[in-house]
């Protein structure tokens, strides 16, 4: 079985990206970067750019076509507004927010392999357990997870999640929840085990890094 990831949006989704994929990875999903050959086919996608949303829109209907023809599982996460996130329900077999990533198996699972017969039918069952409601309080757990890194030379490190201070024009208190720091030894354990691999470029990320 292989899977194809998409990360659209900042470098936070791309760094989010790598832990999807560590816990994809642990069901034996091989990585493909052909959209085509893959049995599970996923977007981490981001509300905040427009540009961002409008791929989304254009891979998913893409995506759906393939149906008509072949097995398939579609799923998105990432920064998604809860108005986005209704309308991407009806489109995509789940939807799940980060600080539920360690229930990707659950969900893969509940599903098993989609045939196209089936689509309708999974699609209406659809349980509530998979539908994300208000934005969760970040569980740190989600750092536990060793990231698969796209790089063997360059990689981010994230050091905090969310925000408190609800500017007007922003979603991540909205997408991300509020700000949640990582522990300073367990931003230099993972900088240290990099070092050690030999990485040359390394990325301290957050949404708001001032605490
Ligand atoms: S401080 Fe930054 S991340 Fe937080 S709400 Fe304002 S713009 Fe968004």
New binding site residues.
Partial sequence: MKYCLIPLGCQMNKSDSERISSVIEAMDYKYTDNEEEADLLGIVACSVRQRAIDRVYGRIAKWNRWKNKRSLLTFVSGCILEEDEKKFLKLFDFVFRMTDINKIPEIINHYGVVIPAAIDLQKNSSSDIFIPSGVDNFDEGFWDIKPRYNSSFEAFIPIQNG?D???TY?A??YTRGREVSRSSDEIINELESLVEAGYKSITLLG??VNS
């Fill in positions: 925000c201070k609800f500017c922003c991540v208190p949404q708001n």
